[in-house]
């Protein structure tokens, strides 16, 4: 097995965590039941990576090969209402912008090396990643009847996507590790993105 085919899945596990988590809280905000807050979740988890298996033509979907993904989802889901409950009383609300930049790191590396791995062009390779990372969350507004927080932010959002993506092709070329190469290049997308959340930069 390849480097990079090892690390996908515990960087996958780690986006799926962070998304479902501002899935549940979106949900929540909006008065979901059970079903609601699932769905969310789940679109917010697994949109972006779905869409790229689609434009890759890859099967099964990343989702459907790790179905551990999917019943992580449902028992959240089911404790989701009291531990949120608790966790908007005492957590504070720059945790769910947390949650949404590493979704948003993790997922979009997770997308540039299953692209990579499967020959696409550096560049395309690049907005696969991007797509990984930002469509989950497109949908999750979508559905919250929002606009979608990539097209009214104002901030780095799908830039510092990119930004990561386009950073991790040349390192990973050069040799770095696979594992160091993924952290890193994540990091730098959260890092980007709530550094621009936290001074309100703006590329308007």
Same mark, same amino acid.
């Given at each position: 097995?390849?480097? +990079?085919?090892?690390? =996908? @899945? #515990? ?7 962070? #998304?479902?988590?501002?899935?549940? #809280? +979106? ?12 769905? $969310? ?9 779905? *869409?790229?298996? =689609?434009?890759?033509?890859?099967? @099964? ?9 999917? $019943?992580?989802?449902?028992? *959240?889901?089911?404790?989701?209402? @009291? ?13 769910? =912008? ?24 550096? &560049?395309? #390779?690049?907005?696969?990643? =991007? ?10 507004? $979508?559905? *919250? ?48 993105? *709530? ?7 703006? &590329?308007?």
């Amino acid at each position: 097995m390849r480097a +990079e085919q090892a690390v =996908v @899945p #515990a960087i996958e596990f780690v986006a799926v965590l962070a #998304a479902a988590f501002s899935g549940f #809280a +979106e949900a929540r905000n909006k008065k979901m039941d059970a079903v609601g807050v699932f769905t $969310v979740a789940f679109i917010t988890a697994f949109g972006g990576g779905t *869409l790229r298996d =689609v434009l890759l033509d890859r099967r @099964p979907f990343f989702w459907v090969e790790h179905q551990s993904y999917v $019943v992580l989802i449902l028992v *959240l889901t089911l404790i989701a209402t @009291p531990l949120l409950r608790l966790a908007q009383r005492v957590v504070p609300p720059t945790m769910f =912008v947390v949650a949404d930049a590493i979704s948003l790191g993790f997922f979009s590396i997770a997308g540039v090396t299953v692209a990579s791995e499967l020959g696409s062009p550096p &560049i395309m #390779a690049a907005m696969m990643g =991007v797509v990984t990372g930002v469509f989950g969350g497109v949908l999750r507004d $979508v559905i *919250l009847n929002e606009v979608p927080m990539v097209l009214r932010d104002g901030k780095p959002y799908a830039l510092a996507a990119l930004a990561g993506c386009i950073f991790f092709l040349p390192i990973r070329e050069a040799g770095m590790p696979a594992s160091v190469a993924t952290w890193v290049s994540a990091g730098l997308i959260v890092a980007v993105r *709530l550094i621009a959340w936290r001074w309100d930069w703006t &590329i308007r």
